[in-house]
């Protein structure tokens, strides 16, 4: 079946520094990718949807400066989180829509990155 | 827009339970409805996915209901186990986009 990889599962940085995470689709190509944040506690919140080749749609109220994606090629999105500050933390995770033919079955989502900012 | 709610948030039993959690939704307009599992600190677990034609799907223990016309979608699980303690979130899926319920935290108890 679809298995997307989420990258790294866990990492800690200091506030004012860049962090990238990695989203790869193992065995099928994704035009579209999602990331997708949780805050303790509450459901998961669309922050953006990453098409392969052209730019992101951000969902109201993100930062498109702060949170940097890159779709560049049909199975890597990455999702960088610039100049982190300690309310970034949080719990992304990604998701990968293989197509119009996957209307049809379900989303592969990846195994979330936690991100803590100290 | 899409607005996904579940009830309860949080459910707590004792082992071998029969117990049903909701979603709703209320746009009908949707491909299909999916059911996930999350467990703390974790990746979100496929369950079942409906589709918009279907009315229910089973896996195990699990069965999933779907009634687009009144905006609906229960999760059934029988014979629950402590195993089952999680988060159980549903999302239903407008197109290209999902759109994810509040969540219910299950806990059963030994």
């Known amino acids: 079946g679809a298995v997307v990889s989420q990258h790294p599962s866990r990492v800690i940085c200091k506030s004012g520094t860049s962090v990238k995470i990695e989203c790869r689709s193992l065995d099928f190509q994704a035009t579209t990718m999602f990331w997708y944040r949780q805050f303790p506690k509450q459901s998961l919140m669309l922050m953006a949807t990453s098409n392969e080749g052209s730019k992101a749609t951000y969902e109201q109220g993100v930062e498109k400066d702060k949170f940097l994606i890159n779709h560049a090629s049909l199975t890597l999105s990455t999702l960088t989180v610039t100049s982190a500050h300690p309310e970034d933390s949080s719990f992304y995770i990604c998701?990968?829509?293989?197509?119009?033919?996957?209307?049809?079955?379900?989303?592969?989502f990846g195994s979330g990155t936690r991100l803590t900012v100290v | 827009k899409q607005e996904v709610t579940q009830i309860p948030a949080a459910l707590s039993v004792p082992e071998g339970e029969n117990l049903v959690l909701n979603c709703s939704f209320t746009d009908s307009a949707i491909y299909n409805l999916q059911w996930f599992r999350q467990d703390p600190g974790k990746g979100l677990t496929s369950l079942l996915l409906i589709q918009s034609s279907q009315r229910e799907q089973t896996s195990g223990r699990l069965n999933a209901s779907l009634d687009k016309s009144s905006g609906r979608s229960t999760l059934y699980i029988a014979a629950s186990q402590p195993g089952d303690s999680a988060t159980y979130l549903c999302?239903?899926?407008?197109?290209?986009?999902?759109?994810f319920g509040t969540g219910t935290s299950l806990t059963v108890i030994p």
């Open positions: 999302a239903a899926n407008t197109g290209n986009q999902f759109y």
């Open positions: 998701s990968a829509f293989p197509g119009q033919g996957a209307l049809n079955y379900g989303y592969t």
